[in-house]
T-cell receptor, first 115, second 117 residues
């Protein structure tokens, strides 16, 4: 049973427009969420994170929104650039008294930015 | 900052042999490192959590006697795939959590492609 779901395997967006990637989770114990960008045969690169006490976190062109009641988060990229084309993974973690939990990943969304 | 390296980047081995993969945090100390595995077109799956100076914690379904993990220092963790079989062929990725940063971001290595023939 997948605890982190990214239901769109791929997304195509025109350069300059907004890219919105969605993620849903089922485990209510998750309280920290991260987005990673990944190219084939490379490790994931951290983009942005959000803790459950917030509903929005912004870093440059990247904004993550969290809706706890809906168990849903989204990553907004604006404006989208050709270099943003990659697979984006949503990941979640649960706080354990100062310990570090391994991450639970979604299956990823392949974002394609079209010129 | 927060650079994690892995060695080797790819390895081909014969069935029945053992392979060691190293994961190093280059510019920070990590009390905890994680090992993930990714099969083609699948998500990253957590295999085990490695804590410096103590035994690793394995996820359900991961054989601890097959995937030996050693976290000997605050900057090095190793994963040894023992008696490798073709089904162990996968992309193995480690990550490290920086002690000083006080956040939950995990920084990932570039991954190791293992092919067992």
């Amino acid at each position: 049973d997948q605890q982190v779901k990214q239901n769109s395997p791929s997304l195509s967006v025109q350069e300059g427009r907004i890219s919105i990637l969605n993620c849903d989770y089922t485990n209510s114990m998750f309280d920290y969420f991260l987005w990673y960008k990944k190219y084939p045969a490379e490790g994931p690169t951290f983009l942005i994170s959000i803790s459950s006490i917030k509903d929005k976190n912004e870093d440059g062109r990247f904004t993550v929104f969290l809706n706890k009641s809906a168990k849903h988060l989204s990553l907004h990229i604006v404006p989208s650039q050709p270099g943003d084309s990659a697979v984006y993974f949503c990941a979640a973690s649960g706080y354990s008294g100062g310990g570090a939990d391994g991450l639970t990943f979604g299956k990823g969304t392949h974002l394609i930015i079209q010129p | 900052g927060a650079v994690v390296s892995q060695h080797p980047s790819w390895v081909i081995c014969k069935s029945g042999t053992s392979v060691k993969i190293e994961c190093r945090s280059l510019d920070f100390q990590a009390t905890t490192m994680f090992w993930y595995r990714q099969f083609p077109k699948q998500s990253l799956m957590l295999m085990a959590t490695s804590n410096e100076g103590s035994k690793a914690t394995y996820e359900q379904g991961v054989e601890k006697d097959k995937f030996l993990i050693n976290h000997a220092s605050l900057t090095l963790s190793t994963l040894t795939v023992t008696s490798a079989h073709p089904e162990d062929s996968s992309f193995y990725i480690c990550s490290a959590r920086a002690i000083s940063r006080g956040t939950y971001e995990q920084y990932f290595g570039p991954g190791t492609r293992l092919t067992v023939t």
